[in-house]
């Protein structure tokens, strides 16, 4: 059973970075079969897709984030990350990590918890 | 970005109904569709996929239909576990983005 889990700073103060780790157990984040996505939801709103990464290394992201984001992939520690830059407190939300099957991929059938992220000084 | 409306944005039903919940596309997504299911303080949970493929371990209660740009998700006897919000979300094209959301409540 796939799991996967967020980790980091509960709390970012604003124009920082804020920088969440996915691991992921019981599968491999290296197989051809899935993309890894970050996705995050405004306390009481909806879903926003932050972008996703492949095990190769390729990314795309949300034309309305990419200037301010980063996903990387870590394989030899099943891990992927989001670095999102220059905060401002709309950008205090609950952030997931979510797999997303390749074929064919953008939707998501495991999530982690989530984890809430507060940008505040 | 493709634009996705839920209706209605809440909904009150009694165990045992039958309940329906729209999402409309601002453009066609072909059948690039999900539904998800989210509890107060937990993940979505992917119920439906390509419109109409139901996820494993889902209960076959959950069904959905359409194309192009107008979808359905049924639940045909409404369970004391269904009470949650719902998704829409298609990745038809790049951005992926989601509805807003349809509450289902106690009636």
């Known amino acids: 059973q796939v799991q996967l889990q967020e980790s980091g700073p509960g709390l970012v103060k604003p124009s920082q970075t804020l920088s969440l780790t996915c691991t992921v157990s019981?599968?491999?984040?290296?197989?051809?079969?899935?993309?890894w996505s970050w996705i995050r939801q405004h306390p009481g709103k909806g879903l926003e897709w932050i972008g996703y990464i492949y095990y190769s290394g390729s990314t795309y992201y949300n034309p309305s984030l990419k200037s301010r984001v980063t996903i990387s992939v870590d394989t030899s520690k099943n891990q992927f990350s989001l670095k999102l830059s220059s905060v401002t407190a709309a950008d205090t939300a609950v952030y997931y990590c979510?797999?997303?099957?390749?074929?064919?991929?953008?939707?998501?059938?495991?999530w982690g918890q989530g984890t809430l992220v507060t940008v505040s000084s | 970005d493709i634009q996705m409306t839920q209706s209605p944005s809440t909904l009150s039903a009694s165990v045992g109904d039958r309940v329906t919940i729209t999402c409309r596309a601002s453009q066609s997504i072909s059948s690039w569709l999900a539904w998800y299911q989210q509890k107060p303080g937990k993940a979505p949970k992917l119920l439906i996929y390509k419109a109409s493929s139901l996820e494993s371990g889902v209960p076959s209660r959950f069904s959905g239909s359409g194309s192009g740009s107008e979808f359905t998700l049924t639940i045909s006897s409404l369970q004391p576990d269904d009470f949650a919000t719902y998704y829409c979300q298609q990745y038809n094209s790049y951005s992926w983005t989601f509805g807003q959301g349809t509450k289902v409540e106690i009636k």
């Open positions: 979510a797999r997303d099957p390749a074929k064919p991929h953008g939707y998501f059938d495991y």
């Open positions: 019981g599968g491999s984040i290296s197989s051809n079969n899935y993309y």
